[in-house]
């Protein structure tokens, strides 16, 4: 089993810059693949960025050029730099994580593992 915990979330106004992470714990050598996933209130859960082992990564439209997803996997870290944060960033942030090799265009109830999340509100 592997738990996630998100952490670093919070209020910023328009234009601002937060860094979320995500620890794991557990059987950490059992997934390759991690991702941050975001839900706002009467939204869908929509998946913002992943990486693979091998540090490829991909972005969703809405953050692409403002987010940056990166890892430290000898910490069994996950991170996810915003800049150029805006209102409709606002949301839950989640990590989750899975044995799969890659997970991009993944549906959040198809990963192995996933975290309970940290909030971020952004004001304009």
């Known amino acids: 089993q592997v738990q996630l915990g998100e952490s670093g979330g919070g209020s910023v106004q328009s234009g601002g810059s937060l860094r979320l992470s995500c620890a794991a714990s557990?059987?950490?050598?059992?997934?390759?693949?991690m991702s941050w996933f975001r839900q706002a209130p009467g939204q869908e859960r929509e998946q913002v960025a992943a990486i693979d082992d091998n540090g490829s990564t991909w972005y969703g439209d809405s953050v692409k050029g403002r987010f940056t997803i990166s890892q430290d996997r000898a910490k069994n870290m996950l991170y996810l730099q915003m800049d150029n944060l805006k209102p409709e960033d606002t949301a839950m942030y989640y990590c989750?994580?899975?044995?799969?090799?890659?997970?991009?265009?993944?549906?959040?109830?198809?990963?192995?593992?996933r975290g309970q999340g940290t909030q971020v509100t952004v004001s304009s």
């Open positions: 557990g059987a950490t050598d059992s997934f390759n693949c």
């Open positions: 989750a994580a899975d044995g799969s090799d890659f997970c991009s265009y993944y549906e959040w109830t198809a990963f192995d593992y």
